[in-house]
């Protein structure tokens, strides 16, 4: 089993931040990617921003340059940090990761339960 568990949302106001962690555990090989999404309230989930094993960093337009995803690979964590977030920010924030559980398994995207963001303006 692979459980993904996100920390660190909260209640902030605009122009403030926040650090978001997401750790994984259980039976795990390797990871080849972590990210994070979101999904506002009648909204559809959306990608925020990607890490590969490699450090290979994608973001999506509207938070480059406010936002900045890490990762440390000894801790199966990736983290997200925002900075001068905005009302339009809140949202309930998923992490997922892309990985392999043994040397022998396929791939497959393992999610975590999301922790809420709210900006208030």
């Known amino acids: 089993q692979v459980q993904l568990v996100e920390s660190g949302g909260g209640l902030v106001q605009a122009g403030g931040s926040l650090r978001l962690s997401c750790a994984a555990s259980?039976?795990?090989?390797?990871?080849?990617?972590m990210g994070w999404y979101r999904q506002a309230p009648g909204k559809q989930r959306e990608l925020v921003a990607t890490i590969t094993s490699g450090n290979r960093i994608n973001y999506v337009d509207f938070v480059k340059g406010r936002f900045t995803v890490s990762r440390d690979g000894a801790k199966n964590t990736v983290y997200l940090q925002m900075n001068s977030l905005k009302p339009e920010d809140t949202a309930l924030y998923y992490c997922?990761?892309?990985?392999?559980?043994?040397?022998?398994?396929?791939?497959?995207?393992?999610w975590g339960q999301g922790t809420q963001v709210t900006v208030s303006s």
């Open positions: 997922n990761a892309e990985l392999e559980q043994t040397r022998w398994s396929r791939r497959y995207t393992y």
């Open positions: 259980g039976t795990i090989f390797s990871i080849n990617s």
